[in-house]
């Protein structure tokens, strides 16, 4: 498996900002979207472009495109959501399927409640997006999903994940790219990431 924790001075920066208990809503919403794009960028940086002919103003030229109907993000329910606007940013046109999971608290296992994805899914790589990379439930069990419809390609993207988290992923699907901005310390006795964001969820949607 390979696992990339994305360096750079804005991405510390903006983390830096996340983890303190009292930034407010607004930026923490704003942040995270942010940072989704930088590792959109880093783990589409091996993309393959398609050559199609264009007209400039001048004359008619050779350019390199994306073509987008090639890939479908996936944002695991509902603090994935939180990184959705930051690809779209990047990709205006993508194709977004859903996920619904919530880790139930007594069992910190997670539980299935929603499951949308485009029909052609299997012609697809499939990028899944989740804040917090913590036990590895909840990705196991989206990426599982999403195996079972054929899907050959999958990359997971995280802000923030446990040596824990990235360990049982690995040991689960070894095929699976994780790139995260951050690979914390450990997880705590009650699942959470330490240091961490806190309950990303609930910051990116002002509950707390």
Do not use: W
Request: overall charge neutral; proline content about 5%.
């Amino acid at each position: 498996m390979m696992i990339v924790e994305v360096k750079h001075p804005f991405i510390e920066h903006k983390i830096g900002i996340m983890r303190d208990k009292n930034t407010g809503t607004k930026e923490f919403r704003e942040l995270a979207s942010e940072v989704a794009t930088f590792l959109c960028y880093e783990a589409m940086k091996d993309t393959k472009l398609e050559t199609i002919e264009i007209e400039t103003p001048l004359v008619k030229t050779k350019v390199q495109r994306l073509n987008e109907d090639n890939y479908t993000f996936i944002p695991i329910l509902r603090a994935g959501m939180g990184m959705s606007d930051g690809i779209i940013k990047a990709i205006p046109n993508a194709k977004i399927g859903v996920i619904g999971l919530y880790r139930n608290e007594e069992t910190l296992k997670p539980v299935k409640y929603y499951y949308k994805v485009p029909k052609d899914i299997e012609k697809r790589e499939v990028i899944l997006l989740d804040p917090m990379l913590a036990t590895g439930g909840s990705a196991i069990d989206a990426i599982k999903m999403i195996k079972e419809e054929g899907v050959k390609s999958i990359k997971f993207l995280c802000l923030i994940a446990a040596p824990e988290g990235i360990k049982k992923v690995e040991e689960t699907y070894p095929d699976v790219q994780i790139y995260c901005a951050k690979i914390d310390e450990r997880l705590n006795d009650i699942g959470y990431i330490i240091p961490g964001l806190g309950d990303a969820g609930d910051r990116i949607f002002g509950i707390k």
